[in-house]
């Protein structure tokens, strides 16, 4: 059973920046994608970007690509969230999740396809 464990998470002014960061425990090898999703209110689960464990490879939203960076610490049981150039619109709470890779080949950045979740951690970015 994997747990997934966010911090991090407060209020900054827009500009600002913010490192969120996901603890695992019960790591298996077996979920092999670690994935950062948010939820404003209101709104729909969107992912915000995902790692592949073994290799390090991400990918990234539309919308935070060039502001948010993930990455992981050495053991690959951390997994972090580098948030730069903070927006108002990038408020919401902050969720990590595992998965297995697809069929494809390819880690999801799809709720649907995700085996756990964090509790989340809430960003608030002021204008």
């Known amino acids: 059973q994997v747990q997934l464990v966010e911090s991090g998470g407060g209020s900054v002014q827009a500009g600002g920046s913010l490192r969120l960061s996901c603890a695992a425990s019960?790591?298996?090898?077996?979920?092999?994608?670690m994935s950062w999703f948010r939820q404003a209110p209101g709104k729909l689960r969107e992912g915000v970007g995902v790692i592949r464990t073994g290799s390090g490879g991400t990918a990234y939203a539309d919308s935070v690509k060039g502001r948010f960076t993930i990455s992981q610490d050495n053991t690959k049981n951390t997994v972090f969230l580098q948030m730069n150039s903070l927006k108002p619109e990038d408020t919401a709470m902050y969720y990590c999740?595992?998965?297995?890779?697809?069929?494809?080949?390819?880690?999801?950045?799809?709720?649907?396809?995700?085996?756990?979740w964090g509790q989340g951690t809430q960003v608030t970015v002021s204008s």
């Open positions: 019960g790591y298996s090898d077996s979920m092999p994608c």
């Open positions: 999740a595992a998965s297995r890779i697809t069929s494809g080949g390819r880690c999801p950045l799809s709720s649907r396809f995700q085996n756990y």
